[in-house]
């Protein structure tokens, strides 16, 4: 499984957010800067996290975004997944509408790939950006 650029520039740019976390809402513009990112591609992939409720915009001249809930609260398991989609190496195990090929019921690998996603699932979720605020600063 690869991440595609949303995953990994997300999960950069609300790291960074909770890190600058104050009072204030920051502004996308600065995030941009510091992660080197399209300030355009961060609209988007702040659009798709204040859906998902981790994000808050403020409107206006000093406006910008939050997080809408505590570092601790959330895994970056449940960033990914709202911004990627189910965590998967391949299609067929899907846990809702699983993807059917021809040999699906008498796979002799599904057991395999299901473990592998199992893996990842586990590790995202039991990172929070807490978590990562706390080893940042240990640096």
Do not use: H
């Amino acid at each position: 499984m690869k991440l595609t650029t949303k995953g990994r520039y997300g999960v950069k740019a609300i790291l960074d957010l909770a890190l600058q976390q104050s009072e204030e809402p920051i502004a996308l513009k600065s995030i941009a800067i510091r992660q080197d990112i399209s300030e355009n591609y961060l609209e988007q992939l702040f659009a798709t996290l204040r859906r998902a409720g981790f994000v808050k915009s403020v409107r206006g001249a000093q406006g910008g975004y939050l997080l809408e809930k505590d570092p601790g609260d959330i895994t970056i398991g449940s960033v990914l997944r709202a911004l990627e989609g189910p965590l998967l190496p391949i299609d067929c195990i899907l846990e809702k509408e699983p993807v059917k090929c021809d040999k699906f019921d008498g796979c002799i690998t599904k057991l395999v790939w299901e473990k592998v996603r199992d893996s990842i699932n586990e590790v995202v979720d039991s990172i929070t950006l807490a978590d990562l605020i706390e080893l940042y600063k240990k640096q």
